[in-house]
Structures are given as C-alpha cells and as structure tokens.
C-alpha cells in the first residue's frame, strides 16, 4: 500500500503532531504554530482551533476529568485545557528538565501521564544525547520514570495489559517497561528492534496489540509486532511520516500525519503539512 490510495483529510498545516481519536473526532497539535484542532472527518465543518500554547506543542491526552493536555514543548510544561477553553499549567517540568518535552500518553486506567524528553538541543545541532521519560501523576506532581532512551517519542499502553511502549527515534528501536501500582517503570526490554534506517516518531496501538510506527526520516508506516515483524507498510515518498491515529466511526481508519520537512523555516513557508486516511483491517483498541 502507498500513500497514493489515501485520502487528505485537512491540509494547510505546517507541521502534524498529537494524532488522537477522542469523543468522535480527529484531534492534532500543528507543533509549529503551538495550536491544536480537532475536527469531524465526516462532515465538511473544517478544522475547529481547541487551544494555543506557547512556543511549540506535540503530544495530546485527555485527563479522567475530561480535561485535555498538551505537551508545551519549549516551555517544558503540561497545559490543561477545560472544556470551556480554559487553560492552567498542570505540570511544570522545567526545574528538572532543560530540553523540549515531547509527546505523550495518559494512562487511562489510572490518569498518570507519560512524557518524553529530548536529552540534548537537536535543533542547535548538539550531539545526540540519551532523553529521560517522565511520569505525571493526577495532581500534577512530576518524577523520573526511566532514563538513557534514544530520543523517545510516542508512548503507548498496550490493550489488556500493563504494558508502555515507547518509541526511541533515534536508537530505531521500539521499548517495553511494565507498569507497576505506583506507576513506576520496570522490566524493560526491546519489544520490537526495527528495520535498519526506520526512525519511529509518532504511533498508534491496534487492538491485536499491534503498533503502527511512523518512520519520520524514511517517509513509511509500519504496522509492528511484538518481535518486529511488519506486517503491513505504507509509503509516503518525499515526506516526513510523522504520526498517526486509527478511529473514524468503526476504528478502522488510519490517519496519516505527514510533511515536508521538520524544519519550522522551511514549515513557515510551505504549510505542506497534511493528515490523510486510508483503511486499515484491524481496528483501534
């Protein structure tokens, strides 16, 4: 399959982040305005703007209060955002971590939010250095929950199970840890080491446990299994896969988050970011 059979869903953006299916709609950060959208698929209402943050934003999640939270990147905080609008900081990360935050995932059955971290500044060109992922609890309060990943990235928690699986971009690997009473990280392991030069960025978790990866530098979507074999790729020549999202009214649509470049000057010019669908045989969880 490639990325010709697909069909756009909302263009215009400079750069796709926070794919989510959430309350019958698509929702996405545009990491490089720091705004977040949500929208209908099936209808023609167009992108509804949901919040703005400071600088840029990544990963969505959704509090057992009903709040919305998003990964303000460069100010190193969680946002909370009421259904009202209203936005508060819920979590400050910026004492204990001084690289951009990036995306995450709320643990539904016990509303603690995961989130990664650069490790290094990538876009002053530093050298590559290990990231730490860290655990949010309910009030907001933050610790560490694992160390020396390889720029990790989208999170998910396995159907069924006390599984977090996080991608690290740059070490092409994807990694389990159990999820203990207390949210605590242990057990880690390689659940799935990935095709030579894949780069995982975003992802989304089937409901066979199945995780399709989005290879940013690579231009591909790979649907994974434990293990690491592929059972299923789309390609998306010429463009950065940079997440996506399964939902749509029976969980069997695939969205697509893809652009031209991650880099905010070359974005600010072209909005050539985009979010398409295709459908997919197994759906979401």
């Known amino acids: 399959m490639d990325s010709t059979t697909a069909t756009d869903v909302v263009t215009g953006i400079r750069f796709p982040e926070g794919n989510r299916w959430h309350d019958g709609r698509l929702w996405y950060s545009d990491m490089h305005t720091g705004e977040v959208f949500s929208l209908d698929p099936t209808t023609d209402e167009g992108p509804r703007l949901e919040a ?7 990963g969505l999640g959704w509090l057992q209060d009903g709040r919305l939270i998003v990964s303000a990147m460069e100010a190193r905080t969680l946002v909370a955002v009421q259904p009202d609008g209203l936005q508060s900081v819920f979590a400050d ?11 995450l995932v709320v643990d539904a059955a016990t509303g603690r939010t995961y989130v990664g971290a650069f490790g290094y500044d990538l876009y ?28 990790p990235n989208s999170a998910n928690v396995l159907p069924g199970t006390r599984t977090l699986v996080v991608s690290e971009t740059w070490g092409g690997r994807l990694t389990a840890f159990d999820i203990e009473a207390d949210g605590s990280l242990t057990g880690r392991r390689e659940w799935a080491a990935l095709p030579q ?28 299994v434990e293990g690491g074999e592929v059972t299923d790729r789309i390609d998306a ?5 940079v997440d996506c ?16 470049s991650y880099d905010p000057a070359t974005t600010a010019q072209t909005r050539d970011g985009r979010i398409s669908a295709v459908r997919v045989t197994v759906p979401g969880p």
């Open 52 to 58: 703005t943050v400071d600088g840029q934003s990544s």
């Open 93 to 103: 990360l910026s004492p204990i971590e001084s690289s951009l935050i990036n995306d």
């Open 124 to 151: 002053a060109g530093e050298e590559l250095r290990p990231g730490p992922l860290y655990v949010v609890e309910p009030d907001g309060s933050v610790r560490l929950a694992a160390d020396e990943l390889v720029f």
């Open 197 to 224: 030069g894949i780069t995982p960025d975003g992802s989304t978790v089937d409901a066979e446990g199945a995780i399709w990866v989005c290879s940013v530098d690579t231009g591909e979507f790979l649907r994974v």
């Open 237 to 241: 020549p010429g463009r950065c896969a």
């Open 245 to 260: 999202a399964l939902g749509g009214p029976d969980g069997r649509t695939l969205y697509l988050a893809t652009a031209d």
